[in-house]
Nanobody, 124 residues
Framework: QVQLVESGGGLVQAGGSLRLSCAASGRTFSSYVMGWFRQAPGKEREFVAAINRSGGSTYYADSVKGRFTISRENAKNTVYLQMNSLKPEDTAVYYC?????????????????WGQGIQVTVSS
């Protein structure tokens, strides 16, 4: 069982930056692929970014590529999402997720554990 807790969300102006953190419980964090997803009001949950177990490979949605960076510190059981050049359309609840998998996936159905979500609001 893995518990995930997100932090770092909030309100920011367009063009600004935020860094989300996701702290995981347990001693097997490094065995999980980690991902970030988001859900805006009235929309389905969508993939944002994923990182493999070692942190050597990362994957991004086209909408955030070049602006967002996912990283992880296995020694601290934490995954991060650095979000730069934020746009109003980035406004959503952001979720951290963990998958018992070798390969990172953009498919939310492949993730086994989810955080409670954290609000990110970008004003224009």
């Amino acid at each position: 069982q893995v518990q995930l807790v997100e932090s770092g969300g909030g309100l920011v102006q367009a063009g600004g930056s935020l860094r989300l953190s996701c702290a995981a419980s347990g001693r097997t964090f490094s065995s999980y692929v980690m991902g970030w997803f988001r859900q805006a009001p009235g929309k389905e949950r969508e993939f944002v970014a994923a990182i493999n177990r070692s942190g050597g490979s990362t994957y991004y949605a086209d909408s955030v590529k070049g602006r967002f960076t996912i990283s992880r510190e296995n020694a601290k059981n934490t995954v991060y999402l650095q979000m730069n050049s934020l746009k109003p359309e980035d406004t959503a609840v952001y979720y951290c997720a963990a998958a018992r998998s070798v390969i990172a996936s953009i498919d939310s159905g492949r993730y086994d554990y989810w955080g409670q979500g954290i609000q990110v609001t970008v004003s224009s």
